[in-house]
């Protein structure tokens, strides 16, 4: 296997498991009475991931180039959340009367 071909698919099983640990964190949120903010509540959720990237290159002495892969999930979170606000506002547009 290449390693090109090993990156790729450990970025798609990551933003796989991504996707499926939001959908199950909003899930738990939603039940316990969160609604509105939810999905805002999932992104921060996220931003735990950069801190501890953060941490673990200071600690480590690696260069900071390497945090800001930490910063995928909250960008596919961000992405995931605006994309679907653009895709209900769309679908609200189309059902409004004119």
């Known amino acids: 296997m290449t390693k090109e071909l090993a990156f790729i698919l450990g970025l798609l099983i990551f933003l796989v498991s991504l996707f499926s640990l939001s959908l199950i964190l909003r899930n738990v949120l939603s039940k316990a009475g969160v609604k ?3 999905r805002w509540s999932i992104v921060l959720f ?3 991931v950069p801190l501890l990237t953060l941490i673990t290159v200071v600690g480590q002495g690696l260069t900071l180039l390497i ?3 930490g910063f995928i ?3 596919a979170a961000c992405g995931g959340l ?3 606000n653009a895709i209900l506002s769309h679908k ?3 059902e409004t009367p004119a």
């Open 36 to 38: 509105k903010d939810a």
């Open 46 to 48: 996220w931003l735990i």
């Open 67 to 69: 945090a800001l892969l």
């Open 73 to 75: 999930p909250v960008l």
């Open 82 to 84: 605006l994309l679907h």
């Open 92 to 94: 609200k547009n189309r």
